[in-house]
């Protein structure tokens, strides 16, 4: 059986991995639009604030090394471009040579993640001006604070990556402003729980403004301020972490169901509306376990538990997949928050 894996990071991986555990006649390739496979996203933040001393670890395995482990074959920065079911092959094209080739399948897993939002805004990419998704986006940030030329940061966002790279820098002496559209940080908590986290971030000189937009990032070639909805804050640089969306757009006339916010539908087995297509990770949807209503829940955790389950019922099991809790945690100055279950406001 030919199972042909889009995607390299914790959810494809584990699935290819996994599967060659199950039944190691399996032939399992794994495509990855990447160079890197198998990194840890949840320790970029840490990287940043030196936490983590060398990029290395950040990476679990690299491409050899779990091609060794699995006997999985990995082949890097190849992006697929389009899934053809009636002929059970994907068209992909290979970055570093440029040419387009068609691979088949018997069986296929999409596991292509999402991607961070960069907002449509004036002077997104003016120098120091940063994201926070890849290794290498970590080793920018972290070149950057290492030169000196950073002071004052603005973060944009307040959900968990945005307070942990805020964390990160004001350790390092940073002056750090935190800003979100939203009337409150930590998407997902409740408000008492959000409003006791800005007080305290507060006194760590973590300065949170909420109901605050981002309009431009102003400055003749690197950062030099930002215009919001309420006022201007002085910044040498700006990380965007204003959500992340789905690698979802080649899909396009693939005939997979999406759901309204672009991630695919799966059912309890994680299988697609298409015969022997599946979908796990950050790309796809699962149910909440206690609502069983549609959940979006991009996290590691997820993509790995998704991943084992896929990859057994590509084998021949019928494991359904029981839903997501809603775990977080997060990691901040003095304090530690996390929550599990529904809150009052689900609830």
């Known amino acids: 059986m ?3 894996v889009i995607g390299g990071v914790a959810a494809g991986t584990k699935v290819a991995a996994k599967l060659k555990r199950e039944n190691r006649s399996c032939e399992v390739t794994i495509l990855t639009k990447s160079k890197d496979i198998s990194y840890a996203g949840c320790g970029l933040p840490y990287y940043v604030g030196k936490v983590i001393p060398e990029r290395s670890q950040l990476i679990v395995n690299t491409p050899e090394k779990f091609s060794d482990l699995t006997g999985v074959s990995v082949l890097t920065e190849v992006e697929v471009t389009k899934i053809n079911p009636l002929e059970k092959t994907v068209d992909a094209f290979d970055l570093k040579t440029k040419e387009t080739s068609k691979y088949e399948y018997d069986k296929l897993v999409i596991a ?3 991607e961070a939002i960069t907002p449509p805004i004036d002077g997104v990419n003016l120098k120091n001006v940063f994201l926070l998704r890849t290794p290498d986006d970590a080793v920018a940030i972290r070149d950057a604070v290492e030169s000196g030329e950073i002071k004052r940061a603005v973060v944009v966002g307040g959900g968990y990556i945005g307070l942990e790279i805020a964390e990160n820098l004001a350790a ?6 935190v800003i979100d559209m939203a009337s409150h940080i930590l998407p997902g908590f409740d408000e008492e729980f959000s409003e006791y986290v800005e007080n305290h971030l507060a006194e760590q000189r973590i300065v949170t403004f909420t109901d605050t937009k981002l309009e431009a990032i102003l400055g003749e070639e690197k950062v030099e301020k930002i215009q919001t909805s309420k006022r201007a804050f002085k910044a040498d640089a700006v990380i965007l972490s204003v959500g992340i969306r789905a690698n979802t ?15 695919i539908k799966v059912n309890e087995f994680l299988q697609t509306n298409i015969e022997d297509i599946y979908a796990v990770g950050d790309c796809s949807t699962v149910i909440n376990r206690l609502t069983k209503e549609p959940a979006w829940s991009p996290m590691g955790s997820t993509a790995n538990i998704a991943g084992r389950v896929a990859a057994k019922n590509i084998a021949g099991a019928k494991v359904p997949y029981l839903g997501v809790m809603g775990t977080a945690v997060v990691k901040l100055p003095e304090l530690n928050a996390g929550r599990t279950g529904l ?5």
């Open 249 to 263: 757009a080649f899909l396009a006339d693939s005939g997979i169901e999406l759901m309204p916010n672009k991630t």
């Open 172 to 177: 390092q002496g940073i002056k750090i402003t």
């Open 343 to 347: 809150t009052e406001t689900d609830a």
């Open 112 to 114: 292509t993640g999402a």
């Open 2 to 4: 030919r199972v042909l």
